[in-house]
């Protein structure tokens, strides 16, 4: 299903493309008209979006154009002002407690406790996703080594830089093998090595069957990776398909994404003084 | 992006009780005033003793009180081009939000000599000297003891070295109970002695009397001159302080014996036994959170010092001829106390120290209602830890410690424990606000807390205090405990209502939770944070 939906704002023209009449994998992601109204501004405003199973998807979007709000009612996190969202088949609210035992989650803002260890934390969540102690326990392991995160096991997780941080919330998020991944910046702050090694799990996962669906300012990354992507801008989504379907001629995706978000923002701000 | 409007339930109450509380400063500002005005002959004799407490209570009280008052957040500033002078200039007029009391008392003080008729224009002069001998004390002071509180290990020594200051004079009383007699003579020697120029109090006094101009003038100069270097010194080593590295974990992992457990482990998989998985994951997890924050030890390590210090010469007083109704509930009652001190972390805002990682709960398949009781077990549990180590210092100190006393102050603080707990879910729910794990001594007292201790703290002992009701009218024990059993089924009557509550509001207003405690401080801490 291709969507390129019209922003009036942008003078874009509508654009609809027919569903192709093949059958679909069941969708990991289906949200319709979702709206998050904060006071008298909406945040997210009438959002549609389909996410097949055992895809790697992309969300993108300027600053406060809408992602993380969006993210966050899919993680429960947020209750939406309106619409509906289903998680791996699953109404949201009813069944949050099934969906959150399988889904892995990387927040923007972390998880984590501070006074924990990483080991301590990875087995915590672990247990939480009822996995039993020793399991946890031969998994952190596991984890705490894949992330060159065993070098220090009493060291806090107070005390670890940004990067380091991101790696163990991805741990975290891996630990009970879940189904679908909901990932919010996950790239941020880690260094080349590590994002190389958390981009390998990724596909690695997806290829088993996972659905990842992430948000990414790193756009090269989302060009790689994603098979799917949406565009959010102003609360409302103003591109969603695949990136072959969505760009016209030679454009990559940073073009793209400046033609339907960033053009009348980069001639407006050039500042005479600077 | 905040979109949400301010909460501001309970700030009236703090204005009220601060009001209340600087007004009975502003009073006793005003008696100072019609003091001095009013002196004939010679007013040092009166003003250096009184300079001499307002110095003590300007330094000792905030360290007293884990507080420190507002304060610049020199982490964020020192990146920007503000000058380093600038940043100190702010820094030691902030110490006036530290003792805010002595400054009005200085300034009923300053009046008085400007009225006195017998002194001349330039007595109230005097004061300012002082005024900034204070400010710069304290500026070093806070910026020392800000420093050896976010080391490791430093920290303890020196929270065990401020239990025993504030229990010397106690200590003294207690090695004479039959009077305070011979304190009377070192007492009087000290305040004699404060009347000297050789120290700063002693020096402005005289110089704000016009006697021993000259010699008052250089200690006076000398002493500032003193506390500015002092002061800068601390604001520069502060300014280069790193105190994530001094509170960073440095010790290597210690080898252990394969297949075994360390004593501390076995401790945090304590509740792991008892409580099955998520709740045990739950509960384990903020045991061992709790026991290696800063600000927890803090409180957990003056809960069974202090309030052994603050209650001992109250409870021994009593005598053995005619016990009071505290001395012979000495047990109970610093139990009780050391609950009132645990209470800030362990009951009325129990998701505080999470800060933003509280919105873990709501992503992990975990009810929030499992979440709630695992913390509240976790309260409980670090609660008898609290009265078995108080029980073993009265041990220590040959307090007459039975199996009654003990049977009771158990009982009595399990059945407090429910009302707690269910006023601790309520507020923790509606009234979260983040506290910084990490920081041993607050920065300033938000007024939800005051109102807190203030309204719940009565209501909560109500039902206590008519099981002793019970006792003292029927002269019976059968009647105490019957009604503490009645307590305890409104207790747990009350808790389970409060849980489902907690649980409701935190369902529904969880994204106000979650932003309430992913808060943070500006550049100047201490104006809201508890």
Not at chain 1, 216 to 231: F, K, M, P, Q, T
Not at chain 2, 50 to 76: C, E, H, N
Request: aromatic fraction near 10%; glycine fraction near 8%; charge should be positive.
């Amino acid at each position: 299903m291709v969507q390129v939906m019209s922003d009036p704002q942008l003078g874009m023209p509508p654009v609809a493309v027919e569903p192709p009449q093949i059958l679909e994998p069941p969708l990991a992601i289906e949200v319709r008209g979702l709206r998050k109204i904060y006071g008298n501004k909406a945040a997210v405003d009438g959002v549609d979006l389909a996410v097949p199973s055992g895809a790697f998807f992309g969300f993108l979007g300027p600053n406060g154009a809408g992602k993380t709000t969006t993210i966050k009612m899919l993680m429960g996190l947020a209750t939406p002002t309106a619409g509906t969202i289903r998680i791996l088949g699953l109404p949201v609210p009813e069944e949050s407690l099934k969906i959150k035992q399988m889904i892995g989650l990387v927040p923007d803002e972390s998880l984590l406790f501070d006074h924990l260890t990483g080991a301590e934390f990875l087995e915590f969540v672990g247990r939480l996703y009822s996995l039993p102690r020793p399991m946890a326990q031969e998994r952190t392991r596991e984890l705490l080594s894949l992330f060159e995160l065993d070098g220090n096991v009493r060291k806090l997780i107070g005390e670890y830089s940004k990067g380091m941080r991101k790696r163990v919330a991805m741990a975290a998020a891996l630990i009970h093998r879940p189904k679908l991944f909901l990932m919010d910046e996950p790239f941020e702050g880690v260094d080349a090595v590590g994002a190389r090694l958390m981009k390998d799990l990724l596909l690695d996962q997806v290829r088993q069957g996972a659905t990842i669906f992430l948000t990414s300012h790193v756009l090269e990354v989302v060009e790689r990776l994603c098979h799917r992507i949406a565009i959010i801008h102003d609360g409302r989504l103003v591109a969603n398909g695949t990136l072959d379907e969505l760009r016209s001629g030679s454009e990559n995706l940073e073009d793209l994404f400046v033609r339907l978000v960033g053009a009348d923002r980069i001639t407006r701000d050039s500042l005479d003084w600077l | 992006m905040n979109f949400y409007p301010r909460v501001r339930g309970g700030s009236w109450f703090g204005v009220l009780t601060q009001l209340l509380w600087y007004s009975l400063f502003l009073f006793a500002s005003w008696g100072v005033y019609l003091l001095l005005s009013t002196a004939k002959g010679g007013v040092s004799q009166y003003l250096s003793p009184g300079l001499l407490l307002v110095f003590l209570y300007w330094q000792l009280v905030p360290i007293l009180l884990i507080s420190t008052g507002a304060s610049l957040d020199l982490r964020k500033l020192v990146a920007y081009p503000i000058p380093t002078g600038d940043l100190f200039s702010i820094e030691v007029l902030l110490r006036v939000t530290a003792a805010i009391e002595m400054f009005l008392v200085l300034m009923g003080a300053g009046l008085g000599l400007a009225r006195n008729p017998q002194l001349g224009f330039w007595a109230p002069l005097a004061l300012i000297p002082f005024l900034f001998f204070n400010l710069y004390v304290a500026t070093g002071m806070r910026d020392l003891i800000a420093r050896l509180m976010a080391r490791r290990r430093i920290r303890e020594v020196l929270i065990f070295l401020f239990v025993m200051a504030a229990a010397a004079p106690q200590l003294l009383i207690l090695r004479d109970r039959s009077s305070g007699a011979h304190l009377r003579g070192p007492i009087k020697q000290a305040l004699d002695q404060a009347n000297l120029p050789i120290w700063p109090w002693g020096a402005a006094a005289r110089l704000a009397d016009g006697d021993a101009v000259l010699v008052s003038l250089i200690s006076l100069t000398l002493w500032l001159a003193g506390a500015y270097a002092f002061a800068r010194w601390q604001f520069a080593r502060s300014l280069n302080f790193d105190a994530q590295a001094a509170s960073a974990t440095i010790e290597p992992a210690r080898p252990t014996p394969p297949g075994s457990i360390p004593l501390l482990e076995r401790l945090y998989r304590l509740p792991s036994y008892f409580f099955a998985d998520p709740l045990g994951a739950l509960v384990e997890k903020e045991v061992r959170f709790l026991t290696r924050a800063p600000r927890f030890r803090m409180v957990f390590f003056m809960g069974f010092t202090f309030g052994m210090v603050i209650w001992l010469p109250i409870l021994l007083r009593g005598g053995s001829h005619s016990p009071s109704a505290i001395s012979s509930n000495f047990l109970t009652v610093i139990t009780l106390y050391s609950m009132l001190l645990l209470g800030e972390v362990c009951y009325w805002n129990s998701f505080g120290f999470d800060r933003s990682a509280a919105q873990a709960y709501f992503v992990f398949p975990v009810p929030i209602r499992t979440v709630l009781i695992a913390k509240n077990i976790a309260g409980l549990f670090f609660t008898f830890i609290e009265m078995t180590l108080i029980t073993f210092v009265c041990i220590l100190l040959r307090m007459p410690v039975t199996p009654q006393r003990f049977l009771e102050a158990t009982a009595v603080a399990v059945v407090l424990s429910f009302f707690l707990l269910a006023f601790g879910n309520l507020t923790s729910t509606h009234n979260p606000r983040p506290v910084d794990p990490a920081k041993s001594m607050r920065s300033g007292v938000a007024s939800r807390t005051q109102m807190v201790t203030i309204l719940i703290y009565p209501l909560s002992f109500l039902p206590i205090g008519l099981a002793y009701a019970a006792r003292y009218a029927f002269e019976s024990e059968a009647a105490f405990y019957g009604m503490l059993l009645l307590d305890a089924a409104l207790g747990v009557i009350i808790y389970r209502i409060a849980l489902e509550s907690s649980v409701s509001r935190a369902t529904l207003q969880r994204e106000q939770m979650i932003d309430a405690l992913a808060k943070n401080e500006g550049p100047m801490s201490g104006l809201g944070l508890g």
